[in-house]
């Protein structure tokens, strides 16, 4: 519905556009109205269309009481509509459901922040209030919630038990820079004229001091300086800020419109028009742009910045004043470039439709997934969980960040802060209704229109922690995950201690593999709420991620003792413990995953794999076949499936087994050489098939390498010892290539090429022994007796009593009459393990004569 609303709008637009460009054309003379004009153009009026919703929405709520989601859009509603006594009665029903189902304790309080901004927007401050303080018997000493009452008490004039507040939610969190903002606020109040500009800086001052890397500290400074008028140190602050983090959009309007002020253009403009380019200028940035065109005589484009201005802040009345009067000024020329570029202008507008009408579908087709801006999903909702690798997690259970903070609370000016401000500060209480106007033109799919509102929310109430989410979450929608992060840091920035911010921040740094940066935030999350679990899960997949496995599987245990039936944090806690060798704990894990989730094949595929290594082929099979039933095209269940069914000889079935893998994934080149394996035993001409493609999608697919070597050695192929060479180069396989490549020269009396591959299977460090005896016979072959009798030497004191060692000892020594001692003592050492040795008479036989000739 949203694409058609935007399509229809848009359409209605241009056909608009051309009516008032014939009217100036065929009645030049009829006086207009260009801003009555350009309303028309961009009607903002939009409460019809929610007074219909909700009262759909109060008859389903009829049909289907006490559903959550439904009440809470209804709320949103009543409080857009400033119908705050029926906005304060369901959120109380809210409260009341949530509070019978046990849900969440930050849910809870959320809703209660809601509450009290309605209460307070029908004058009864009190209630509001003692639902803060109920909130804050709930959620503890939160600073922010301790700063929103600060706020309240300013708003009732009750200055002096809002410093009080103020200064225990600075000792609660020295860095929570709104608590010192407000503070400010608090003591300019109660302060003499005298002492205003003095108290105004001072906590300002000790924000500074306290968090010295802060940018929004400096920023609130020159807020400070800004009252006290003092415009040196209000700029010294800003370009403070600004050296701190040059990109900081907040800095750089604020700059700009102190260097308007200043007459200093030149830089003013290069910071306006930079905006612009980065299409976060507000209607101040185009007004300040206008108003430098102005100063420079270009009227036709001070005309456009303010009604691009205008366009975003139709009720500043300054802003009509100005236009009004430059219009009137060029009026007549005005109306003579558009009757002379009436064409143009038309084709224009129809180009402008389109385009905004494409990109509305494309927004809304984007926002139909019921997954969140991140891609992942929660597993306990019923949602699919990705399958793992061999070697990584099950599960990624990261927070739905876009759907939450526009609909759950984050980025939705109602928790009361705005509203308490908004009846001392107007531009607060309009920057709540910009919030309002983004969140609808976001549900009706047209999302750039949303975030324009959203940074407009921003620019006239840039403290706002929830504007900033607001806007993330939107971005987020956008997948533009850059400037999604960088409203989410923000909103952090401003508000520290919101656990939700810090997650969602958390998981785009995760999306964008920044595991380190992502572990930070999700640890901050759960500093602000050491009982938010899914924060806590999410430190243990960065840790996870990040290669500390002990923290992980710490973290995994903690979250599952918080949130016992949490399918994801035992899957995951069963593959470390898998991937760590503690198949025990694993499979305790594993099997409490598949009971919460007996439908998911990853935990059956998992401890397949486990029973698989532990050689218990029947519970192997049974488990893997069980993952292949659930989800047939799993990406490794079927694979190890056909290990399974090799290690009992049941070659038919794990031909199957890899067949059904490769329907999948038949680009996968060590199924291509299991196939190839399977293959050989009943189609020669197959296996050599498969045994190709898997080398020539992996070069480094050493086992297929060798399969096809010792194939072509069969067949006395000349091709063989090309392909044991690969073999041995490639990444896989490399003892097996090595030995089989030495094994393969020593055959065709390469005698130097064998102990040269001999040699590097034993550098594998695997079965040294078997390789050291043929290494040793090799070198035997080409004379060389003392390095032989050097490289078993190496082995005895591991194998004390190996008799072919001890043989092939006594006989390599025996060939010196130095070493003589050494032959005898390793000869009588086999007759003593092995009397009854078959060549035990002429063991004795060389060992009296040893002995002769060592008398002699």
Known sequence: MGNKKSSRGAVSVALFTLLVIFSLIVLPGKEKDPLTELLSLNPDNQSDIRKTELASLLELNALEPNN???????????????????????????????????????????????????????????????????????????PQLITDEGRLLLAENKAKEARTALKKSIRLAPN???????????ERKLAKPSDKARKTLEPLQDGVRTNPGSVESFLNLAEGYRKNNDPKKEEAALRRALAMQPDSVEARKRLAALLVDQKSDTEARQILEKLKAENRLDADGYAQLALLDERQGNTRSALEHYRQAYLRDSNNSELEKRYRALYKSEEAS?????????????????????????????????????????????????????????????????????????????????????????????KKSKAEDLARQSRELAQSGNLTSAIAKASEAISTDPKNAEHFSLRASLYEKQKNYDAALRDYLKAAELNPNSPETWYAAGAIQYRKKEYAASRLSFEKSLQADNAFW??????????????????????????????????????????????????????????????????????????GEIFLAKKDTSKAIDSLQKATQLEPSHKTANFNLALAYLQVNKTKEAEGAISRHLQTQPRDSSALYMMGKVMLEKDVTKASDYLQRAVAINQDNGKAWLAMALLAEKQNSDKADGYFAKAAAAQGAKYES??????????????VGAEKQYRNALDTGQNNRKTSLLLAQ???????????????????????????????????????????????????????????????????????????????
């Open 778 to 856: 090799t070198l035997s072959a080409q004379n060389k007796s003392e390095a032989a009798a050097q490289v078993l030497q190496k082995i005895a004191d591991k194998y004390p009593k190996d008799t072919q060692i001890l043989e092939q000892l006594g006989l390599l020594y025996s060939e010196n009459k130095v070493t003589y001692p050494a032959a005898i003592k390793n000869l009588e050492s086999l007759l003593t393990i092995k009397p009854g040795h078959p060549k035990a008479v002429q063991i004795r036989n060389l060992i009296s004569k040893m002995k002769n000739e060592t008398k002699s």
């Open 68 to 142: 959550i989601e439904t009440l809470q859009r209804i709320a949103q509603l009543q409080s857009d509509l400033s119908l705050w006594d029926d906005a304060a009665k369901t959120r109380a029903q809210i409260i009341s459901l949530l509070q019978k189902k046990n849900a969440e304790k930050n849910s809870i309080v959320e809703e209660m922040r809601k509450l009290a901004a309605a209460y307070e927007n029908v004058g009864e401050t009190e209630k509001a209030r003692e639902v803060l303080r109920s909130a804050r018997d709930l959620a503890g000493d939160s």
């Open 176 to 186: 929570y820079s709104e608590s010192y903002r407000q503070l400010s606020r608090a």
């Open 738 to 751: 090595h030995l089989n490549y030495g094994n393969y020269l020593y055959k065709n009396k390469n005698f």
């Open 334 to 426: 005005l109306y003579e470039r558009l009757a002379k570029s009436s064409g143009q202008s038309s084709s224009a507008s129809s180009d402008q439709v389109s385009s905004e009408s494409t990109s509305n579908e494309t927004e809304t087709s984007n926002q139909s997934s019921k997954t969140s801006g991140t891609g992942a999903v929660v597993a306990a909702s019923g949602k699919k969980v990705p399958a793992s690798s061999l070697e990584g997690s099950g599960s990624n259970l990261l927070p739905e960040t876009s759907s939450t903070m526009l609909n759950n609370g984050q980025g939705i000016n109602e928790s009361g802060s705005g509203s308490r401000a908004s009846q001392e500060d107007p």
């Open 534 to 607: 899914k924060a806590r899960y999410s430190v243990a997949l960065s840790n996870e991620k990040n290669g500390n496995s002990k923290a992980a599987i710490e973290q995994y245990e903690r979250t599952l003792q918080e949130k016992p039936d949490l399918y994801p944090a035992a899957l995951n806690l069963g593959i470390l413990y898998k991937n760590e060798g503690d198949f025990a704990s694993a499979i305790k894990n594993l099997s409490r995953a598949r009971d919460l989730k007996p439908q998911a094949a990853e935990s059956y595929s998992q401890l």
